[in-house]
C-alpha cells in the first residue's frame, strides 16, 4: 500500500527546509568563515613578519678573547678594566679584593697529598676569581654586571650579593660582584704539546 504525503505537509516542508538552512548558515557556516578569514589574514600578517626577519644579514660575531696570558701586570690590568667599567656605568667602585679565598676542597682519609694521574692531561686553563664591590642606584649596578659580561674579555659572574642602604626609590645599592676569569697556563700548553 502506497502512503501519499499531504500535500499541506509538502507545502510547508518545502517552506521550512530553506529557511533552516539559511539559518544553520547564518548562525554557524557564517561565524567560522569570519573566524578562517581572521585566521589567515593572521597567518599572511606572520608570513610578512618571518621574510622580513629571514631578509636581515646575520648580526657579526663579536670576537672575546677567552683567556689572558699569565703575565704578571694580569691583576693589575683586570684591575683596570674593571675601574674603566665602573666609571662607563657610573659606579663607584669601593672595594676589590683581586685574590679571594678558595673553596676548601675535601681531605682523603689519607694525611698524603693526592698525587696527579699521569693519564689525565694537566689544566691549560686556569680559572681566576676576584670580588669587585660598587657602589650606585640599582640601574646603574645593572649597567654595570651587563658590561662585565659583554666586555672584549670572557669574564663569567659567578655571584651577586646586593644590599641597599633604604627601602625608597632611587637608594643607592651596594654590590658585591665576584668575577671569574680564565688565565692560560703556558706550562701546561707545552706539556700537551709535548705529549701529542
Same mark, same amino acid.
Given at each position: 500500500?502506497?502512503?501519499?504525503?499531504?500535500?499541506? !505537509?509538502?507545502?510547508?516542508?518545502?517552506?521550512?527546509?530553506?529557511? !533552516?538552512?539559511?539559518?544553520?548558515?547564518?548562525?554557524?557556516? $557564517?561565524?567560522?568563515?569570519?573566524? $578562517?578569514?581572521?585566521? %589567515?589574514?593572521?597567518?599572511?600578517?606572520?608570513? #610578512?613578519?618571518?621574510?622580513?626577519?629571514?631578509?636581515?644579514?646575520?648580526?657579526?660575531? %663579536?670576537?672575546?678573547?677567552?683567556?689572558?696570558?699569565?703575565?704578571?701586570?694580569?691583576?693589575?690590568?683586570?684591575?683596570?678594566?674593571?675601574?674603566?667599567?665602573?666609571?662607563?656605568?657610573?659606579?663607584?667602585? !669601593?672595594?676589590?679584593?683581586?685574590?679571594?679565598?678558595?673553596? #676548601?676542597?675535601?681531605?682523603?682519609?689519607?694525611?698524603?697529598?693526592?698525587?696527579?694521574?699521569?693519564?689525565?692531561?694537566?689544566?691549560?686553563?686556569?680559572?681566576?676569581?676576584?670580588?669587585?664591590?660598587?657602589?650606585?642606584?640599582?640601574?646603574?649596578?645593572?649597567?654595570?654586571?651587563?658590561?662585565?659580561?659583554?666586555?672584549?674579555?670572557? $669574564?663569567?659572574?659567578?655571584?651577586?650579593?646586593?644590599?641597599?642602604?633604604?627601602?625608597?626609590?632611587?637608594?643607592?645599592?651596594?654590590?658585591?660582584?665576584?668575577?671569574?676569569? $680564565?688565565?692560560?697556563?703556558?706550562?701546561?700548553?707545552?706539556?700537551?704539546? !709535548?705529549?701529542?
Amino acid at each position: 500500500m502506497k502512503r501519499e504525503i499531504d500535500p499541506i !505537509v509538502m507545502q510547508r516542508a518545502a517552506i521550512w527546509v530553506p529557511i !533552516v538552512a539559511v539559518l544553520l548558515s547564518v548562525l554557524v557556516v $557564517y561565524p567560522a568563515w569570519g573566524r $578562517y578569514s581572521r585566521l %589567515r589574514a593572521d597567518v599572511e600578517q606572520k608570513e #610578512a613578519q618571518l621574510k622580513a626577519v629571514l631578509s636581515r644579514p646575520v648580526p657579526a660575531r %663579536r670576537s672575546v678573547v677567552p683567556t689572558a696570558d699569565p703575565k704578571p701586570d694580569e691583576p693589575p690590568r683586570f684591575l683596570e678594566e674593571m675601574r674603566a667599567v665602573a666609571r662607563a656605568s657610573h659606579c663607584t667602585m !669601593v672595594g676589590f679584593d683581586l685574590t679571594p679565598k678558595e673553596t #676548601a676542597k675535601p681531605k682523603t682519609s689519607s694525611e698524603e697529598p693526592a698525587k696527579p694521574d699521569p693519564n689525565k692531561p694537566p689544566e691549560i686553563i686556569r680559572t681566576v676569581r676576584a670580588k669587585v664591590e660598587v657602589e650606585a642606584g640599582y640601574p646603574a649596578v645593572r649597567a654595570f654586571m651587563s658590561t662585565v659580561l659583554s666586555a672584549p674579555r670572557l $669574564y663569567a659572574i659567578t655571584s651577586v650579593e646586593l644590599t641597599r642602604s633604604q627601602l625608597v626609590a632611587g637608594a643607592t645599592c651596594r654590590a658585591v660582584v665576584e668575577i671569574e676569569r $680564565y688565565i692560560l697556563d703556558p706550562v701546561a700548553l707545552a706539556k700537551v704539546a !709535548v705529549a701529542k
